[in-house]
């Protein structure tokens, strides 16, 4: 790419050994796959893309939309909707607000109204960072916001996964909102709209099992961990080792369950060209 | 009479122990000791009474999870007539963690479906210990598909620690047979009667219960997560399941109060083991009013309740 090679020589890395003594907190980070020391701002504007090994650091539900949507066309949905405290957990409160402080997000997903390519889609977007992602009443309340407001609209849905399943802390009604957010997948189904499913790093548990294995069109960017039950407990649970790549995206398009594999650097094209297949209405006979 | 004993059961077991040998003495021997009987008698009601009054959550786990608890084959068999049990998925094969036919309810051809446990080891192998694999749950979906065909009403019994977790589970997609079956049980065009009768476990128990009347037994629980689990993930200590239980709000009354279920179905004092005959007896009673109820609503308007009663679940503030 020619691009790549313009960008190679301002591209600054540092050796983890040599640089280690003296990080400045936040202007530097180190891949977690090869151990390279980036610095942030090139980290930013390539993607969160590792420039040694090119795998994915976890992307913020922000910089996704960023990365994703036509600029200046993101007009968020929900954006006060808070969790509060069903099952009156002790602590529960108190890792919301340290959360909320440390990703200066409400809630572990972002929805809003946006245009891609020009197309209008109603988009929700899951911060791993957030409690790791888990779903609780707000995941689920903005999920079945976002599809009826697609339904309202008649756009079509995309949603970025990024979570570890659902959130323990408000037990039973986590477990409720997979219910509730395939439920209304239901009916747009029926109402004949267009939902694109993007598995990001990882998808498991109630997440998997509920509306991001519904879209229409399941893509899923390389190497993330997607599946059902961590890996930790199949291992507890079957006392055998797990097979190398298990639960990646490759391995869930090798298995059936994901349509595509995108790069990041391609997601938001694939995402374009195919809501423009689905922009002329289709062919119904009579 | 049970076999198996949890420590809070043994002091009943006992008094009643002693009132069979009573019982024994007194027609040996010839010599009237009712008075003595029933003094035992009501003794042992009483401490029943109390012990199970106040049975503490993980209490109820432990019955719920109860090896001589009855399970949807004893249900099948006492409430149910003239069981067809079909198999397989159509899709990779038969799952024996999951059961599922026709058969008359009442006069009314219905369609049941159930995870069923092993009655003792070797069995609870077959059964898988009830987890379904992705073609329980495909199974499942298959047959309330084909009972949505026949305007046949669901009836569905809960029973599950959860989906299993394996590597040919992960290969077959458990997390998508799970999500297909939430989705499609949403828009089934027949009334679905859901009954947790022993354990509710995660995404596994909530593939077959998308009802449209959702019911648990007194005794049993329906959670997130085995408690083990929770203790686990939260607190990195699988021994604290006890507690894990006591804050996870997964008995029936707890369900209630939040909203999730419509009913809870009394047990016979003692819980279910104690007397199936009883218990079944009682299930019957609550599947008929619940049907009864749902078989005169018409098909659009059962959907919209249905969908409304899971869309309003969640706590939270608009903002
Ligand atoms: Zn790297």
């Known amino acids: ?286 | 009479m049970a076999n198996i004993l949890l420590e809070f059961e043994k002091p009943i077991v006992e008094l009643e122990a002693k009132i069979q040998e009573l019982k024994n003495f007194s027609s040996e021997k010839e010599i009237d000791l009712s008075d003595e009987i029933k003094t035992l008698q009501n003794k042992a009601d009483s401490l029943t009474r109390e012990i199970y009054g106040k049975l503490t959550p993980w209490q109820r786990v432990l019955l719920a999870r109860h090896p001589e608890r009855p399970g949807t084959a004893d249900y099948i068999k006492l409430i149910f007539e003239d069981f067809f049990e079909l198999h397989g998925d159509r899709r990779f094969g038969d799952d024996p963690a999951v059961i599922g036919g026709i058969a008359r309810f009442n006069g009314q051809p219905v369609t049941v479906i159930g995870h069923v446990k092993g009655k003792d080891t070797k069995d609870n192998l077959t059964r898988n210990f009830g987890m379904p694999h992705p073609e329980g749950n495909r199974k499942a979906i298959r047959l309330m598909e084909q009972a949505e065909k026949f305007g046949r009403p669901v009836i569905s019994f809960v029973d599950t620690p959860g989906a299993f977790p394996g590597i040919g589970a992960e290969e077959r997609g458990q997390a998508e047979a799970i999500a297909t079956n939430l989705t499609r049980m949403m828009s089934l065009k027949v009334p679905v009667i859901a009954t947790v009768i022993g354990e509710g476990g995660s995404g596994g128990a909530l593939a077959i219960a998308i009802g449209d009347h959702v019911a648990m037994l007194e005794n049993s629980v329906y959670s997130i997560s085995s408690p083990e689990a929770f203790a686990s993930i939260l607190w990195k200590d699988p021994a604290k399941a006890n507690e894990a239980a006591a804050v996870m709000k997964m008995t029936a009354r707890d369900l209630e109060e939040l909203g999730v279920i419509d009913e809870i179905v009394p047990e016979p004092l003692g819980g279910a083991h104690r007397n199936k005959e009883e218990m079944a007896k009682i299930l019957c009673r609550s599947l008929k009013k619940s049907l009864n109820g749902l078989m005169k609503i018409p098909d659009d308007k059962l959907l919209e309740k249905r969908f409304e009663k899971f869309r309003g679940i969640g706590q939270f503030v608009s903002g």
């Open chain 1, 1 to 286: 790419m020619f691009k790549d090679l313009f960008r190679k020589p301002k591209y600054v890395t540092v050796h983890a050994d040599t640089a280690k003594k003296d990080i400045p907190e936040g202007l530097w980070q180190k891949c977690p796959v090869c151990n390279e020391i980036v610095y942030t701002k090139e980290l930013d504007r390539d993607l969160k893309t590792c420039k040694k090994c090119g795998s994915y650091f976890k992307m913020g539900a922000w910089e996704r939309i960023k990365a994703t949507v036509d600029e200046g066309s993101f007009n968020e949905l929900d954006a006060g909707m808070v969790s509060i405290n069903p099952l009156g957990f002790k602590d529960y409160p108190e890792k919301i607000t340290s959360a909320q402080q440390a990703t200066k997000l409400r809630e572990a997903i972002v929805t809003g109204e946006a245009a891609i390519g020009g197309r209008p889609v109603i988009i929700g977007v899951m911060d791993p960072n957030f409690i790791m992602g888990s779903m609780g009443s707000v995941v689920g309340e903005k999920v079945t916001r976002a599809a009826e407001r697609a339904v309202e609209k008649s756009v079509p849905l995309i949603i970025f996964s990024a979570s570890g399943g659902a959130r323990m802390q408000e037990g039973i009604i986590s477990l409720m909102q997979m219910a509730k957010t395939c439920g209304v997948l239901a009916r747009l189904d029926k109402a004949g709209l267009l939902f694109i499913s993007v598995l990001t790093n990882p998808t498991t548990g109630g997440v998997t099992a509920s509306f991001a294995s519904m879209g229409d069109i399941i893509l899923a960017e390389p190497g993330a961990q997607i599946g059902f039950t961590g890996p930790r407990v199949i291992e507890q649970t079957i006392r055998q080792k797990l097979p190398e790549g298990f639960q990646t995206a490759e391995f869930m398009l090798e298995h059936g369950f994901v349509d595509m594999v995108v790069p990041r650097s391609q997601m938001k094209s694939t995402l374009a060209r195919l809501l423009d297949l689905h922009s002329t209405g289709g062919y119904k006979n009579g």
